[in-house]
């Protein structure tokens, strides 16, 4: 049973893990939360659900279609919004504030668009295989299958790509990156690339595992921003521990607490690293 | 026809009023980000609705219902307000989702997502004529009360001090004064008021469950508070009167446009994310405020 | 090189520059010196573009820097160490000196083996990350990275805060290495005798306003100076 729970765990702890690389990215660098992060997620899984259902793509290539498109929205948001809001010197709650009014416009324009009811990939159901006394569904394996590839690719890109470089160097200090002729803009832009794409393949294996409906980032979003705080702020690394820490602290406590009360596991955890130690375990003060 | 319409639009307008005004009081001019404000709109509802079916006189189920919910606040506050904003935010958001879990799941106590009806209304048995006329003047009053109060509050010292938390906390602090105790009372204040608005709510609505607390509630108080001027309480009641003339202006249009409810109401909510975002990008201080005000 | 006309900057409603003019020529060392509060670090940051300025002309290389970004200042061939937070923690020695190349990386191997000989001490430390190193290893990466491009002029403020007099000793040489190489150098220091030392001319900053100038020799003999600045 404890091992069913702890195979759950990490499931939905690196689906928890790949979103909040994305927010603490963003966060660290731009200095604020953004709030529509899960709405991003959703706005992933859905396209891929209009390519994959709708318009009868390939499911593996509805999900590139809807990675590429996520990334673009981002970095349109970035042109549109975030940049002039830099150029302004925004205060961190304006920029917050901001975010909650983009939660809730991309979270209706799905709704707007597609409904709320609850949605599918047009995958075909498969049995679980059975490993002893715990049973792991094709979907699942998938999943962690992906999510892994994924945080080797990030960490591939940070370590080993000039521009990945240069992002840890933004996080680090974006006014000396500034003044050392650091493209800052172009740094910001390639950063909400791979942070929306993550959100994106996040929402997707989400919708893999649940289902697929308007609030599914929304109802993510505590646990992805206990996954970041409790990593450390603009640490990739620290999201992807903290994802699955905070997914394995989730399922685990099913075991003690009635199920619908996962999201106060979160909350728990958020409250307890903030009133402790607020620069998350793998953070410096 | 058209008298009841308006009725229930001033009707419903002026609890919301009231709710914003908690928010204005907390965000406007304390500067604290609550995005958890529904949490203690919901308190209030279903302790003054529990209460007054269990027996206890309604005016007293709304007194422990306003009276609760400033103890939520104070529970809520005493650990976090020492946080930084962002943090505020985030915490704020997951207490108050945490609360409509357990509305959600604990049936024995709130009757879960079915949630409570049948509860009495004050003067219910007495008034024979227009009840929501009744209901509006109650309210109203209530509203005005709670605009001149607050007002007088901000124009008094204590008002000073969290006038000057908002602008810059190392000011008081240097002066002495012990800003986590003010931005306590002010969120209390605050979460008191929501706590009223909660229980003129399940009043109007004669109907609670879980989906009247939602966190877009919170959002609607920010959007009245917001379009208002944040911290300019007469800018908070026009920008809830306003917010629900437009709600009840799409219901209108409901029969000559080609939309489904649900994307009516998604639309609705569209416009109101953008309107968010538009004002904080281009006119922070609202329709009403004043640029000298703001903080941002 | 670099030509300030009576600049004027600050930062708020009050201005700490209050019309400055001062030169650095072609292979020169410049150093600023003046009393804490004097505006010296703000007369750097308004050469580099971080503080606005309100009045007056910068010319670099005989163009007008005045209103220029400071990407495109860089670009331009300038480059600069801030007095703190001058180096990326988390990341290794070469990746720092990685950074100061963005803007043109195809020349970042020339400019590595340049820093490598003004700083042999990093060559066995390139995959360190600077976040762990001493204070002085640390501003030897920073001062490399603002290096990398070889830039024409070079700008640091406060050099040796932070060092032992060591230290302090190592750097003033590798200043003179620095220029030596063909790099002009325009230095904010408190430590004023030992940068005026090394130097070819200075200017003594106060309250915003040029007070003394001329050559470095010279200021060091100057028994006003000698008295208000560099301790009798």
């Given at each position: 049973m404890l091992l069913q729970l702890l195979v759950n765990g990490i499931v939905l702890g690196s689906i928890i893990a790949l979103a909040a690389i994305g927010l603490s990215m963003v966060y660290g660098i731009l200095?604020?939360?953004?709030?529509a992060h899960g709405d991003f997620l959703t706005f992933g899984a859905y396209l891929a659900f209009v390519f994959n259902?709708?318009?009868?793509?390939?499911f593996i290539l509805a999900c590139a279609v809807s990675v590429i498109l996520t990334a673009m929205v981002g970095v349109g948001c970035d042109y549109a919004i975030w940049r002039p809001m830099r150029m302004k010197n925004a205060n961190r709650v304006t920029l917050i504030i901001i975010s909650i009014g983009m939660a809730l416009f991309i979270r209706n324009l799905i709704i707007f668009m597609w409904g709320a009811d609850i949605k599918r990939y047009a995958l075909p159901v498969k049995r679980g295989i059975e490993f002893g006394t715990i049973i792991i569904t094709q979907n699942q394996i998938v999943e962690i299958v992906v999510a892994v590839a994924c945080m080797l690719l990030v960490h591939y890109i940070l370590k080993k790509t000039f521009i990945g470089k240069a992002m840890r160097a933004l996080a680090d200090d974006i006014d000396l990156a500034k003044v050392s002729g650091i493209d800052v803009d172009r740094v910001i832009r390639y950063t909400w690339v791979v942070g929306m794409a993550l959100a994106s393949v996040s929402g997707i294996l989400y919708g893999l595992l649940a289902n697929i409906n308007p609030n599914m980032g929304w109802f993510l979003l505590l646990p992805m921003f206990a996954a970041t705080i409790l990593g450390g702020i603009g640490n990739p690394y620290g999201a992807m521990a903290g994802g699955i820490m905070i997914g394995l602290a989730q399922e685990l406590s099913t075991a003690i607490l009635p199920p619908e009360y996962k999201m106060a596991v979160a909350f728990a955890i958020l409250i307890i690293v903030l009133l402790l130690r607020p620069q998350g375990i793998m953070g410096t003060s | 026809m058209m008298i009841e319409y308006l009725i229930t639009i001033l009707l419903i307008a002026s609890i919301y009023a009231i709710f914003a005004l908690g928010l204005n009081l907390e965000w406007?001019?304390?500067g604290l980000v609550n995005f958890g404000h529904v949490a203690f709109l919901a308190i209030g509802a279903y302790t003054t609705v529990l209460l007054s079916l269990h027996g206890v006189p309604l005016f007293v189920s709304v007194l422990v219902g306003v009276a609760l919910a400033g103890a939520f606040g104070a529970l809520l506050g005493i650990?976090?307000?020492?946080?930084r904003e962002d943090y505020l935010a985030i915490v704020t958001i997951g207490f108050a989702e945490i609360i409509r879990l357990f509305l959600l799941n604990e049936e024995w106590l709130t009757?879960?997502?079915?949630g409570v009806c049948g509860y009495p209304r004050p003067f219910e048995d007495i008034i024979t004529g227009d009840y929501n006329l009744f209901m509006l003047s109650v309210v109203l009053s209530i509203l005005i009360l709670c605009y001149f109060m607050l007002e007088k509050l901000i124009k008094s010292p204590w008002g000073r001090v969290l006038k000057s938390i908002r602008e810059d906390e190392d000011v008081p602090v240097s002066l002495g004064k012990n800003v986590f105790v003010y931005k306590i009372q002010s969120l209390v204040l605050g979460s008191m008021l929501a706590g009223l608005a909660g229980s003129l709510l399940a009043f109007y609505l004669q109907y609670i469950n879980?989906?009247?607390?939602?966190p877009i509630e919170t959002f609607y108080a920010w959007i009245a508070v917001v379009l208002g001027g944040s911290g300019n309480n007469k800018g908070t009641v026009l920008g809830a009167v306003i917010l629900f003339c437009f709600f009840s202006a799409t219901r209108f249009t409901q029969e000559y446009v080609p939309l489904h409810p649900t994307q009516m109401g998604a639309l609705r909510i569209m416009l109101i994310g953008l309107l968010l975002i538009l004002f904080m990008m281009y006119r922070p201080e609202g329709l009403f405020g004043k640029k000298e005000e703001l903080m941002l | 090189m670099l030509k300030l006309i009576d600049v004027v900057s600050g930062y708020?409603?009050?201005?700490?520059?209050k019309g400055v003019s001062i030169e650095v020529g072609k292979d020169e060392i410049v150093t600023i010196i003046g009393p804490n509060g004097s505006g010296k670090s703000t007369l750097m940051k308004t050469i580099f573009g971080l503080v606005k300025l309100r009045s007056g002309k910068i010319m670099f290389r005989d163009k007008d820097?005045?209103?220029?970004r400071t990407d495109r200042i860089v670009q331009a061939g300038m480059g600069y160490v801030p007095?703190?937070?001058?180096?990326?923690?988390?990341?290794?020695v070469l990746e720092n000196l990685e950074m100061g190349a963005?803007?043109?990386?195809?020349r970042f191997e020339e400019g590595l083996e340049e820093v490598f000989t003004i700083f042999p001490e990093l060559k066995n430390k390139r995959?360190?990350?600077?976040?762990?190193?001493?204070g002085g290893e640390q501003k030897m990466v920073a001062v490399g990275r603002a290096l990398i491009l070889m830039p024409a002029l070079l700008l640091l403020d406060e050099?040796?805060?932070?060092?032992?007099p060591k230290l302090r000793d190592v750097l003033f040489n590798k200043i003179v290495e620095i220029n030596e190489l063909g790099t002009s150098l325009l230095v904010v220091e408190q430590n004023a005798k030992m940068a005026l030392s090394v130097s070819h001319r200075g200017y003594v900053l106060e309250t915003g306003k040029k007070r003394f100038e001329g050559e470095a020799k010279r200021l060091l003999e100057n028994e006003e100076v000698k008295r208000l600045y560099l301790g009798g």
């Open positions: 200095k604020f939360a953004n709030f259902v709708v318009f009868g793509f390939y | 406007g001019f304390t650990p976090t307000l020492k946080l009757g879960g997502p079915m879980p989906r009247n607390f939602m | 708020t409603d009050v201005d700490i520059i820097i005045s209103r220029l007095q703190e937070r001058n180096v990326f923690p988390s990341l290794t963005f803007i043109q990386r195809d995959t360190q990350k600077v976040g762990t190193m001493s050099p040796s805060s932070g060092l032992s």
